[in-house]
């Protein structure tokens, strides 16, 4: 099977940087897993696993990124996985929601939900966020396994989001995909 890595990449953005690091990955003989990969403000980040030989090493993938040709500055860290990916997986809960949070922008607002969120034994799995003039968005996926009761929470949160002026949706991830999804013919 190899050893799975987990590897963060960032560097200022520019044109070419996803095939660079994919390229590298390739030149090692790695085989990529799971990507993700975003631009904020002109800065790119990628969070990404793959599978290499028994042989690489952290250290061997990281003096590989070090060797890329840019005028960019690539900051890399690589950790070796201890718990294989597939097993990882497979501990992925039945009870996912997510939840859209939408107000005007002020301090303290991914705070205030993931807060809440840890105060209520919610694990949050993704969270992306966006600012659009005065208008702040949050989408998070969250693991409600440890939740008792899904209607107090979407009271609790209804009222807690209230108070930071915040309007909120949460929906099962089976709903919120059925609902969202575009089907092309």
């Known amino acids: 099977m190899g050893k799975q890595m987990v590897m963060s990449v960032m560097s200022k953005d520019r044109p070419g940087i996803v095939a660079d690091i994919t390229g590298t990955i390739y030149q090692l003989q790695g085989d ?40 960019t500055r690539l900051e890399v860290v690589v950790k070796e996985m201890k718990i294989p990916m597939e097993i990882a997986k497979a501990k992925r809960s039945p009870e996912t929601y997510i939840l859209t949070a939408q107000g005007k922008n002020k301090s303290g607002l991914v705070h205030r939900i993931s807060l809440f969120c840890y105060q209520h034994g919610i694990n949050i799995l993704d969270l992306a966020t966006t600012l659009n003039g005065d208008q702040y968005t949050m989408i998070l996926q969250l693991d409600f396994s440890a939740v008792e009761s899904v209607d107090d929470i979407r009271t609790s949160l209804t009222s807690s989001a209230e108070d930071a002026g915040l309007s909120v949706v949460l929906q099962h991830e089976d709903i919120f995909k059925a609902t969202s999804e575009i089907t092309l013919f």
Request: net charge negative.
């Open 32 to 71: 990529l897993a799971d990507l993700n990969q975003s631009v904020l403000c002109d800065y790119f980040t990628m969070i990404l696993i793959a599978t290499f030989d028994d042989s690489v090493t952290p250290e061997d993938v990281v003096a590989a990124f070090s060797h890329i040709p840019s005028e």
